[in-house]
């Protein structure tokens, strides 16, 4: 039988296995479970509101540094009444509120990196997965923000700008988002996205094979506009959930990826220099077009490390370095925010196989992905 994955990839479990189905990645089912959060008329346990200042809202200039008193949580482990998850137990994880960290991962899993903003935690086959607020690009100066937590750990989020357009956000207990949606001041509702619907496993030898990738360079306009408006899908007759799409290679590949050349980060670095950031005029400025032009289109923002140095740290560094060019998008060229979804990879796909300090590999590139979605949609 030709191999299967549920909702997203799933780490080799047994190389003799053909038939591999994982829920959730290997993650507990509060992942998937945000009922509360999506019934208009639940009520939540608890609601915050506040407005983003400058000072509160991140900014892609900013650099990636480990929290000097984050350390690692011992193994979760149903004999120490969690004991020694005590420095994550209310984690501000924004989507996960006050939810116990340890009530969010598997039985078996292990936090090994706690950056301040991303919680890397190890399965106990050795991969890991990063928790992590996905609501952070929308807190912009000026907006807005209500938060509504409900019983099952879920939360809705509000964001009201100026010019009236809210961005409401649905995400699970441990921070994932699950359902996205922009309402427009004419009244419009924007779909981006919506994962609380129920999903078809993907057979991974029912796709059709991704075209032969070639670099395209970020300066050129006329490749650019050409990758996005390029849909690989040919007959395929299903569409994905963000989740597949984040999590699954080989659905990924259906779209072209642009690979963001012109920044490569420093060692250790998210940083991105204005006049880097210059460098992104004509993708930020097609993507802007896009997303004017249709307004549910939807961009994976992916960030990547070398392979020099420890495996969780670098995955939460990828997936910041994501973050950063997902910011310098919103602050240069005003890509709305809400249509970017950032994802950290880590040193798991190096554009150049080497085990030394490449400068190439330390990148970010970016995918249109709104083909692939089952639910993008404008009503």
Do not use: C, W
Not at 2 to 26: I, K, R, S
Not at 244 to 250: A, C, G, K
Not at 276 to 297: K, Q, V
Request: proline letters at 4%; hydrophobic letters at 40%.
């Amino acid at each position: 039988e030709p191999e299967e994955v549920a909702e997203d990839a799933a780490p080799e479990t047994d190389a003799a296995d053909d038939d591999v189905v994982v829920e959730n990645n290997g993650r507990p089912a509060a992942a998937a479970s945000a009922a509360a959060a999506t019934e208009g008329e639940a009520e939540a346990v608890e609601t915050t509101e506040t407005t983003v200042t400058e000072e509160d809202a991140r900014s892609s200039d900013e650099d990636f540094a480990e929290t000097p008193d984050a350390a690692p949580a011992a193994r979760n482990n149903d004999d120490d009444d969690r004991g020694g998850l005590s420095n994550f137990e209310k984690f501000a994880l924004g989507a996960a509120g006050l939810v116990v960290l340890n009530e969010l991962i598997g039985q078996n899993d292990e936090v090994v990196e706690n950056t301040g903003d991303r919680v890397v935690v190890q399965r106990q086959d050795g991969s890991y997965y990063v928790l992590k607020d996905d609501d952070e690009l929308l807190r912009r100066p000026g907006a807005d923000v209500r938060t509504e937590t409900f019983s099952d750990g879920s939360t809705r989020t509000t964001v009201t700008r100026d010019n009236g357009v809210q961005v409401v956000t649905v995400s699970a207990a441990d921070g994932t988002v699950l359902r996205r949606t922009r309402l427009l001041p004419d009244g419009r509702e924007v779909i981006l996205f919506d994962d609380t619907v129920e999903s078809r496993p993907v057979r991974l030898s029912d796709l059709p094979q991704p075209a032969q990738s070639r670099e395209i360079a970020v300066d050129n306009d006329a490749e650019l506009r050409a990758a996005l408006e390029a849909e690989r899908r040919a007959d395929l007759d299903r569409t994905f959930t963000l989740g597949q799409v984040r999590n699954i290679e080989q659905v990924r590949e259906l779209m072209p990826v642009i690979n963001v050349d012109a920044i490569n980060f420093e060692t250790g670095s998210a940083a991105i220099r204005p006049e880097e950031a210059e460098s992104l005029y004509a993708l930020g400025r097609a993507m802007a077009d896009f997303i004017a032009e249709n307004p549910d289109e939807l961009f994976l923002i992916e960030g990547h490390t070398d392979a020099v140095g420890n495996d969780a740290l670098n995955l939460a560094l990828s997936d910041r370095r994501a973050e950063s060019v997902a910011l310098a998008l919103s602050e240069y060229f005003d890509v709305p925010p809400e249509n970017m979804v950032v994802q950290g990879y880590g040193e798991e796909f190096l554009l150049v196989p080497t085990g030394d300090a490449e400068r190439a590999n330390r990148r970010a590139a970016v995918r249109r992905i709104t083909p692939l979605l089952q639910t993008a949609a404008v009503r």
